[in-house]
């Protein structure tokens, strides 16, 4: 029982990463900056938004530059992750359809390919850290609170790959309301109090990038009130997503 | 045959598909449905109380019209779609093998692909590593290896497609094979036979098989037992020329 489910996970996973690289490829292909466009996208948007620095907020906040990026390259990953998720099933009808393929593949490879780019991202990031003398020792914790958030993802792609199968312009709404979360998110202002802030507070991204602010730039361990609320929030979303997947995953044949 | 297991056994299996009148897919649209009510869909059965069995090492064909639900009829049994009510009971790795090809990423090379229908397939990394040359050997593509597939003939496609497709299957030697009108891997007349010949091997190797097929020579050819498949209900199970003969008058 145990193993037959070792082996059925290290299938999927498997199968997800072969997937992934296909893409990869597939992205990079013909291209002569090859790679370097996941970079691109978030450098520019990092270096508008330092531009805007001074209209944007009036708080002078410790190593901003640090602060903007770190925000948002998580946000990035949330974004790409979700996004990818919401026509996954119907863009692999063809194999959904005529072979008993694990449909969990599809979207693990997604999140994967967002995955791949965060961790060229992680790099300048690094890069930037060792430019403003701050201590990599930070570092240490990030997988943590990675690790939770990719979890908190994969729990949202579970949800937004099933609804997508019953809603055809479900990516139109979504990057709609990716970007409303977008605004809600402490990415480039600061909030500490008014409605702002108490947006801030319930949007879930909001602890995973206030914690890895804390302990990467700032060399303080996060509040422990801080852990509790990612690891529910994640192990959550985790949880109903695969509740919903599970239930409609044999539908998705007859329907994509 | 009395006393050999069985592998496939279906029991008063039915299958509904509901037709909706309009579509309303969109994200608006599933509102004014919650809010204006659900419009009503047309229902029909595409499978209607099929009862059959095949043993080990049995070959049976499946004829009918155009949605006379042969293919939904296979997709029930590999578990791509659930049915509805009755008993299904399969005893063995399945395979359903629905046309050789639906995957190929024209924008890689033929040994990317080798790689990522194959992972689809179910193979792991380090089967296909050694499976691979005999693959490209198979397709008689050696030198186009790193050559990307847009560039290909279709002739070598459907070459390179089969040859993925049938070294994969036989890798995992399926217990329950369901083949769905598919005999033979296109391509020119000596290849044809190459995968004829292939195919033979893969069905003659002691798994059950359904196959599916307007091609009634095949069925007469090469199954134990026929099918006839109308409006989703199984009319008539005999010998094949029986069945063939009976399809033909209709």
């Known amino acids: 029982m145990i193993k037959g489910s070792y082996n059925k996970l290290k299938g999927i996973l498997g199968l997800s990463l072969s997937l992934a690289k296909a893409q990869f490829k597939l992205r990079n292909e013909g291209s002569y900056l090859g790679i370097f466009w996941y970079l691109l996208d978030p450098l520019f948007m990092f270096l508008i938004l330092l531009f805007l620095r001074n209209v944007l907020t009036n708080k002078s906040v410790e190593y901003y530059p640090a602060y903007l990026f770190l925000g948002l390259i998580m946000f990035n990953l949330f974004r790409h992750g979700t996004i990818s998720s919401t026509k996954v099933i119907s863009s692999n009808s063809g194999f959904i359809k005529t072979m008993n393929v694990n449909k969990e593949s599809f979207v693990i490879s997604g999140l994967l390919q967002a995955i791949f780019s ?9 890069s930037l850290m060792i430019y403003l003398n701050i201590s990599l020792f930070g570092l240490l914790f990030y997988p943590f609170i990675f690790g939770l958030l990719v979890i908190f993802i994969l729990g949202f792609s579970f949800i937004l790959s099933t609804l997508g199968v019953y809603i055809n312009d479900l990516a139109n709404v979504w990057s709609v309301f ?11 202002y600061v909030a500490t109090k008014g409605n702002i802030h108490f947006l801030n507070k319930i949007n879930p991204l909001f602890y995973f990038i206030d914690s890895a602010r804390d302990s990467l730039i700032y ?10 609320i990612m ?3 994640s192990l959550v979303f985790l949880l109903i997503g695969l509740i919903i997947f599970y239930k409609n995953k044999n539908k998705f044949a007859e329907l994509a | 045959m009395e006393n050999k297991e069985v592998r496939i056994k279906l029991e008063h299996i039915s299958k509904k598909f509901k037709i909706g009148t309009k ?3 969109s994200f608006l649209g599933k509102i004014l449905n919650l809010t204006l009510g659900v419009e009503s869909k047309k229902e029909f059965f595409v499978l209607n109380d099929v009862s059959f069995e095949v043993k080990a090492g049995e070959i049976i064909g499946i004829i009918g019209k155009n949605g006379a639900g042969k293919s939904t009829l296979l997709r029930v049994i590999a578990g791509i779609y659930t049915s ?10 399945v395979v359903y093998l629905s046309g050789f090809g639906s995957g190929l990423k024209t924008k890689l090379t033929m040994a990317e692909n080798i790689f990522l229908i194959g992972s689809l397939m179910g193979l792991s990394q380090k089967d296909l590593r050694n499976k691979f040359d005999e693959i490209v050997e198979f397709s008689g593509l050696k030198e186009y290896v790193n050559t990307k597939v847009y560039q290909f003939s279709d002739g070598m496609v459907s070459r390179l497609n089969f040859s993925i497709g049938i070294h994969c299957l036989l890798h995992k030697n399926p217990e329950i094979l369901l083949i769905d009108e598919v005999f033979g891997g296109g391509g020119d007349i000596d290849f044809q036979k190459k995968a004829i010949a292939k195919m033979e091997e893969l069905i003659k190797c002691g798994a059950s098989v359904i196959i599916v097929s307007h091609s009634l020579d095949t069925i007469k050819k090469y199954c134990d037992k026929a099918l006839l498949l109308e409006k989703g209900k199984i009319v008539l199970e005999d010998v094949p020329e029986r069945v063939v003969g009976s399809y033909l008058i209709r």
């Open chain 1, 219 to 228: 060399g303080t361990f996060s509040s422990f009130d801080n852990w509790i």
């Open chain 1, 178 to 188: 990716v970007n409303l979360l977008w605004f809600s998110t402490p990415i480039y």
């Open chain 1, 231 to 233: 690891i529910t929030i």
């Open chain 2, 84 to 93: 509805d009510s009755g008993i299904l009971k399969t005893n063995g790795r």
């Open chain 2, 23 to 25: 579509k309303k897919e």
């Open chain 1, 118 to 126: 965060h961790l060229f991202e992680i790099i300048i990031l690094i």
